[in-house]
């Protein structure tokens, strides 16, 4: 693919510094194996929301998936179906959310933006509801847009794409045929809230940009907790005064992230936050992570550390730019794959035995 999809889908914002963290911090924690343990039973199995999931993995929002593969997010729901995982479809996704309900066996999420009049975020969480969506993820963190400079070195002055730009798509004759060659993405989802004017792909992009609610606020949780009587989380959390915040304001789960190092620069990883979040929030409610997720042994870090679950982004869309859904199902399965193995290797057979004995910090060393 060309090198402005590759960007897109790789960036961090500013100096990168948060979206490195993100994997330092898994490196910081190494493992102390146990042996001589009974391994013949592994399990990596958990349940979500009340219903088992193969492994404690859901399939993270990301908008635009149409400049990868076409359908990108009806490909990642079938993925997620066929690996037995939710998948949480972003405000910003290019399928319908209504066609994409029609995959058999999806657990569906829907992930929401608050942008423009109070309508559009209550007419979008209603139609979610009809759509049998099971949960809501409100993502909180990127009420103003991270400065991704690769974003802007892709365009021109006047913010269309660059003469090099278009060069490179060039270049990439079956990415442009299975793609663009479709015509642009479109935010389909909200696009009748987008004034007709605006309505090409950059203007609305940009346009959604500008009209995101600057003043969100927890009273808009309390709103949306309202309106929305399923399980409600919020996403995009990475301070501990906002994780007790959330514990009181009635929703269902907190998810710690940094949008993947995209929003805020020089922010904590959420791993390093995590110990001290699920003390606070004992087991009130479900609290998750998202991340720097790129191996098994990622997900048992977490696991170790206190999270119920965990949101993957990159390393499930490498397998959609792939392979498509079998791309989007095998990318889960190797997750899944990597982490049995590596609980035989810790000598830790199933979830419910992991603990944080099991981690040390590098900076413990030696003990
Ligand atoms: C290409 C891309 C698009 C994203 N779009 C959204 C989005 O529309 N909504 C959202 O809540 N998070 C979005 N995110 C953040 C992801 O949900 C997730 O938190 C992040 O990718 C986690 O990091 P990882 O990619 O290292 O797993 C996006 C991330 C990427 C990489």
Redesign the pocket.
């Known amino acids: 693919m060309p090198r402005f999809v590759l960007e897109?889908?790789?960036?961090g914002a500013g100096e990168e510094a948060t979206?490195a963290r993100?994997r330092e911090a898994f490196a910081e924690w190494r493992v102390m194996p146990r042996t001589l343990v009974d391994e013949s039973q592994r399990d990596v199995s958990v349940e979500i929301l009340g219903r088992k999931a193969p492994l404690p993995l859901a399939v993270?929002?990301?908008?635009?998936?149409g400049v990868f593969v076409r359908p990108a997010d009806t490909a990642l729901a079938q993925g997620a179906a066929l690996a037995g995982v939710p998948f949480?479809q972003?405000?910003?996704?290019n399928d319908l959310m209504e066609g994409v309900a029609g995959v058999p066996e999806l657990r569906h999420w829907w992930?929401l933006?608050v942008f423009g009049g109070e309508e559009i975020w209550q007419e979008l969480v209603d139609r979610a509801d009809k759509a049998g969506c099971e949960a809501l993820?409100l993502?909180t963190n990127?009420q103003i847009f991270g400065q991704r400079e690769w974003d802007s070195r892709t365009r021109d002055a006047s913010d269309r794409p660059s003469l090099s730009t278009i060069f490179d798509a060039a270049l990439h004759p079956r990415w442009l045929a299975t793609t663009l060659g479709r015509g642009m993405p479109a935010f389909v989802n909200v696009i009748d809230f987008i004034p007709k004017a605006h309505r090409g792909f950059f203007d609305s992009a940009f346009w959604i940009r500008e009209q995101m609610r600057r003043d969100l606020d927890w009273s808009d949780v309390a709103k949306i907790r309202q309106r929305w009587k399923k399980p409600l989380f919020i996403?995009?959390i990475l301070n501990l005064e906002d994780v007790a915040r959330a514990i009181d304001s009635g929703v269902d789960g907190v998810?710690l992230?940094?949008?993947?190092?995209?929003q805020a620069d020089w922010a904590v990883s959420p791993l390093d936050i995590l110990p001290r979040a699920r003390e606070m929030v004992g087991d009130r409610i479900a609290l998750y992570v998202?991340?720097?997720?790129?191996r098994g042994s990622d997900i048992l870090k977490a696991r170790a550390l206190g999270a119920d679950a965990v949101?993957?982004?990159?390393?499930?869309?490498y397998g959609l730019c792939a392979f498509g859904a079998d791309g989007v199902a095998k990318a889960i399965e190797l997750l899944k794959t990597e982490m049995m193995n590596e609980i035989g290797q810790y000598g830790v057979p199933t979830l419910d035995r992991l603990s944080r004995d099991i981690l040390i910090r590098k900076d413990e060393l030696p003990l």
Do not use: D
């Not at 993270?60 to 998936?65: E, K, Q, S």
């Open positions: 897109y889908l790789e960036g979206l993100e993270a929002p990301t908008g635009l998936n949480i972003s405000t910003m996704s992930q933006y993820v993502t990127s996403k995009g998810i992230g940094s949008h993947g190092g995209r998202t991340g720097g997720i790129r949101l993957a982004g990159r390393a499930i869309l």
